[in-house]
């Protein structure tokens, strides 16, 4: 298997939902008409981004991740955007995204996206983020964000499956 292929693979895992899945066929057919402005209106090209505007722009992302919109995810990331999970290469570009945030086969929709800690950086234009995504089991890792001109030019994440809860799994380093 070609490490961009396990790139998308992992990519589908977190984030995708299954093409086949009746719910996710319903979600799709939202996707087609306009975006509500409220929810993406974050997701543009602007000069700076705020810390403000950053946890916006991820509330943003997972709102449209649990509704299983991903061309609302994918709207916030420039045309050029590279995403990667280490040690895999990536993907780059939107339109890779887009199929990428699609999935493979069985998957669902995630029922729990939880952002436990926000960092940004508004000289440097990036973020970090803590989350827990939970379908069957949870999903713990960390996200590097790069701004660029308001949408996210990179992202880089670090991805831990585990059984355990948020709470287990930090365990005593509580802050």
Excluded at 63 to 85: D, K, N, P, Y
Excluded at 91 to 99: A, I, N, P, T, Y
């Amino acid at each position: 298997m070609t490490l961009r292929i396990v790139a998308i693979l992992l990519a589908g895992l977190i984030f995708g939902a299954s093409p086949t899945n009746p719910t996710n066929q319903q979600s799709n057919t939202k996707d087609r008409r306009p975006p509500d402005p409220a929810s993406t209106a974050i997701c543009r090209p602007l000069e700076q981004m705020s810390s403000a505007q950053f946890e916006l722009l991820l509330q943003t992302i997972r709102t449209a991740w649990l509704e299983g919109s991903q061309e609302r995810v994918t709207a916030c990331f420039s045309a050029a955007a590279i995403f990667s999970t280490p040690p895999t290469p990536g993907l780059v570009g939107r339109e890779s995204l887009v199929r990428a945030f699609i999935g493979g086969p069985n998957r669902e929709l995630p029922t729990r996206v939880e952002w436990h800690h926000l960092i940004f950086d508004p000289v440097k234009q990036i973020g970090a983020v803590e989350y827990t995504i939970q379908r069957r089991i949870p999903i713990h890792g960390v996200i590097i964000i790069k701004i660029s001109h308001g949408l996210i030019s990179n992202w880089r994440q670090y991805v831990v499956a585990s059984d355990l809860t948020w709470e287990k799994f930090k365990g005593m380093n509580d802050f």
